[in-house]
């Protein structure tokens, strides 16, 4: 059976709502909720994903948090919440790809900060559109033994802010799904220069499958 990122108390009351137009003879209007019920449902599906993961094996590798495309790469990257001399990694997401968010690396949330309020499409280079690496969005710094790891999600035009089910001080295994990004949008994945880039701009990625980048001594 297809699943959703819907909550169920919105299944609940669109089912009541059905119920109570069928009752009522709004025959019109249930055939109308119905199938905007279906469009909706499809396009927040989520799909199931069984990741075992191998400490060993994937340990110092950087799985994609998300499904889309890579649109900007930057080296040398200064950010006021996750360190110096990062590398900066832009993903654009679909609005027709599955929208889960997946943590890239088995880690604690260090900081979640939320500052809704800058959108731009997708298709645009983040610093070109908002000027500046501290936009306002949607902020998770990753603690992994000292270490940080940031991810920053900016909402399109045509899209919502994410829904993440994470708070600070909670941990979490690496391709753990942590939230869904409802229609997509930007994301930021900003690593510590150690790291090996294995990705280029215009790969499309896979979430909890893609590997983005390794410690170079795990390649």
Known sequence: MLKSYLPAKFNTLAFILFFIFWVCGFYKILLISFFAYIILYVSLRRNRNDFRDDPMITKGVIFAPANGKIL?????????????????????????????????????????????????????????????????????????????????????????????????????GRRV??????????????LPKKYEILVKTNDEVTAGETIMAVIPDHA
């Open 72 to 172: 900007h790469i930057e080296n040398n990257v200064s950010h006021g919440m996750y360190g110096d001399q990062l590398m900066e990694i832009q993903i654009m997401v679909p609005w027709w790809k599955e929208m889960g968010i997946f943590m890239p690396l088995s880690s604690e949330i260090k900081t979640l900060m939320i500052l809704k309020g800058q959108s731009f499409f997708r298709t645009k280079i983040a610093e070109e559109v908002i000027g500046t690496k501290e936009g306002k969005g949607v902020s998770m710094a990753l603690d992994n033994r000292g270490e940080t790891v940031g991810l920053t999600f900016f909402k399109c035009k045509l899209g919502l802010w994410p829904e993440l089910m994470v708070m600070p001080g909670d941990r979490g």
């Open 177 to 190: 799904n942590i939230g869904y990004f409802p229609f997509g949008g930007t994301v930021m994945l900003y």
